[in-house]
């Protein structure tokens, strides 16, 4: 099992932090760093950054919101930033939902989310093969566009650049048994948001397909205080990501056998009772997706991930010492 280092998306500002952390797991021997983006800072920008301060490192995205950019868009920066890095990019993307979709970028959130994701990353393939011009005759991403505003001047390109690597890794934010199996077909690898080593084994899942859920990482000698991130996190997640009538965080935790919970969490948040919310969280489930703990009890339960199906744990939010232990603990 590989690690990784997930630094997520800014909060007010930059974090002077990152750069010496994605340098740190470098030196480490960790095998990727990753970024987000929500709706503040986007995934890209920061990993060019990195990039520039690293040399082996592969350099992911966790997610890449595609409401954020067309899927040729998408591409473009990819197969940029693969040359800039010397191939070291992991395209990582996710649809978000319909409260960021809508609110943020402007866009319609797609009726049939399967079909938009595998329409999407159809044309983000054939840009990077570059085999020929790109076209999609699709509902969600046509191409050439063929709108009723269309003036029918468009036409099929392929792109000016050569990608370096037609086979980029792409990956998949995805939840539910139909999403996820239709990632297994698609895509080169599975980003979960919430992931137990209880979970069931993934079936039918071809030769080399990367399963790299994100799990808070704490070496810590207080097991309760260590959790109290852990639950803030998904306070906010479960009660404030998303709709009170559509909040996928909200129904992933009540399919992991939390539902009452999740929509106990989901109530005190939306009322406005933040610190309730956070409380309302079970140390249970807080518990069960990271590894928080002194380094005894995290080398232990390291082991359920290592016996299950992830090839890459990325590590949220470690402070110095719980990435150097995380990494002596795997090795």
């Known amino acids: 099992m590989r690690l990784g280092l997930a630094l997520g998306y800014w909060g007010r500002g930059p974090s002077p932090d990152h750069v010496p952390l994605a340098q740190e797991a470098e030196r480490l021997g960790y095998d990727s ?7 503040g800072s986007d995934a890209f920008t920061p990993l060019t950054w990195i990039a520039a301060h690293t040399s082996r490192i592969r350099l992911g995205t966790a997610v890449a919101q595609m409401a954020a950019r067309s899927p040729t868009a998408t591409a473009m920066h990819a197969l940029t930033l693969d040359h800039l890095s010397g191939g070291r990019v992991l395209l990582g993307l996710g649809l978000s939902g319909p409260q960021v ?3 943020w970028y402007g866009r319609p959130f797609p009726k049939s989310p399967l079909t938009a994701t595998r329409e999407y990353v159809d044309v983000v393939r054939q840009v990077l093969r570059r085999e020929a011009p790109v076209t999609q005759d699709g509902r969600h991403h046509p191409l050439p ?9 468009g036409r099929p390109l392929k792109p000016i650049t050569h990608p370096l690597r037609p086979g980029l890794p792409i990956l998949l934010g995805a939840e539910g048994p139909k999403n996820i199996a239709q990632t297994t077909r698609i895509a080169d690898g599975w980003l979960p948001l919430y992931w137990s080593p209880t979970r069931p084994a993934l079936h039918d ?5 990367l399963v790299a859920p994100l799990a808070q990482v704490r070496i810590c000698a207080d097991v309760t205080e260590g959790l109290r991130p852990v639950k803030a996190m998904l306070g ?3 009660g404030g990501m998303g709709h009170a009538s559509r909040n996928f965080h909200a129904d992933l935790m009540a399919r992991m056998g939390y539902e009452e919970e999740a929509r106990r969490v989901q109530e005190l948040f939306l009322a406005g009772r933040r610190d309730e919310a956070v409380d309302a969280v079970p140390d249970a489930f807080a518990d069960e997706i990271s590894l928080v703990g002194p380094r005894e009890r995290v080398a232990e339960r390291l082991e359920l991930w290592r016996k299950g199906p992830v090839t890459d744990l990325l590590a949220l939010a470690p402070d110095r010492e ?6 002596e603990l795997n090795s």
């Open 145 to 153: 566009y063929r709108g009723p505003d269309a003036t029918g001047l």
């Open 322 to 327: 719980s990435l150097r232990v995380l990494a």
């Open 33 to 39: 760093v990753w970024t987000a983006e929500s709706w």
């Open 101 to 103: 979709v809508e609110g």
């Open 205 to 209: 899942v071809p030769e080399g397909f």
């Open 236 to 238: 906010f997640y479960i």
